[in-house]
C-alpha cells in the first residue's frame, strides 16, 4: 500500500499538468474535468472488475479446498454465511454463525433420540457431541476459507497488474509534447486580438 500510495500520488498531479499542457488556455477547465471524470470513472470500473475476478476465485477455489462430504452436511444458506469473508474479519458475525449452526445441528440430533428413562441424559451427550463436531467442522471450514481468499486476493492483485502494465505500454504511445513555460495563446486568438485592439483605436 505505502508503494502504491508513492507511485499514485504524484501521478494524479503529472496527468492534469500533462493534460492542461496539452490544450489551449480558454479549454482548460474542460481539459481538467476530463481528467477527473476519467480517473473517476476509472476508480469505479477497476473496483467493480478486481472484486469480480476476487469474488468469482473465491467462490470456485472453495468448494475445491472443503471436502464434499462437509459441504453436504452443510445447508446451502450455512454454508454461503460460513465462506463469507467476513467470518475472518468480523468476530460477531463469526459466533452468530457458529451459535446457528450449534442450534441447528443440535435440535436435528434432539430430535431423532428415542424417549425413555434417560432420555434426558442422552440428549446431554448428544448436545456436547453435536457441538464438538459442529466447532471442528467450521473450523475446517474457516481454516479452507483463509487460504481460498489469500488465493483470490492474488488473483485480483494480478488484475491490477496486467492493468498497469497495459496503462504503461499506452502510455509509451502518447505523444511527446513539451512543457510549456509560458502563455500560448489558442490558434487564431492572437490575430483576434490584434484586430479587435485595432478597432478600439
Given at each position: 500500500m505505502v508503494i502504491a500510495g508513492i507511485g499514485l500520488g504524484p501521478f494524479f498531479s503529472v496527468l492534469t499538468v500533462a493534460a492542461q499542457n496539452a490544450l489551449p488556455r480558454n479549454e482548460l477547465g474542460i481539459g481538467t474535468s476530463a481528467v477527473r471524470y476519467l480517473g473517476q470513472l476509472g476508480s469505479v470500473l477497476g473496483v467493480a472488475i478486481v472484486g469480480t475476478a476476487v469474488n468469482n476465485t473465491l467462490?470456485?477455489?472453495?468448494?475445491?479446498?472443503?471436502?464434499?462430504?462437509?459441504?453436504?452436511?452443510?445447508?446451502?444458506?450455512?454454508?454461503?454465511?460460513?465462506?463469507?469473508?467476513?467470518?475472518?474479519?468480523?468476530?460477531?458475525?463469526?459466533?452468530?454463525?457458529?451459535?446457528t449452526a450449534r442450534q441447528f445441528a443440535v435440535q436435528h440430533a434432539v430430535a431423532q433420540v428415542p424417549p425413555g428413562p434417560q432420555h434426558a441424559q442422552q440428549v446431554a451427550s448428544v448436545t456436547v457431541q453435536v457441538m464438538q463436531q459442529v466447532q471442528l467442522m467450521l473450523n475446517q471450514v474457516f481454516d479452507a476459507l483463509k487460504i481460498s481468499l489469500a488465493f483470490a486476493i492474488q488473483h485480483g492483485l494480478v488484475a491490477i497488474l496486467v492493468f498497469s502494465i497495459a496503462m504503461v505500454l499506452g502510455a509509451l504511445f502518447l505523444k511527446d509534447i513539451?512543457?510549456?513555460?509560458?502563455?500560448?495563446?489558442?490558434p487564431g486568438r492572437g490575430r483576434e486580438t490584434a484586430s479587435e485592439a485595432a478597432a478600439t483605436r
Open positions: 467462490a470456485s477455489d472453495i468448494t475445491r479446498r472443503v471436502p464434499a462430504s462437509l459441504i453436504n452436511r452443510l445447508t446451502p444458506a450455512g454454508f454461503k454465511a460460513a465462506t463469507s469473508p467476513q467470518v475472518l474479519v468480523n468476530p460477531p458475525y463469526r459466533e452468530s454463525v457458529v451459535r513539451p512543457l510549456s513555460k509560458e502563455h500560448v495563446p489558442a
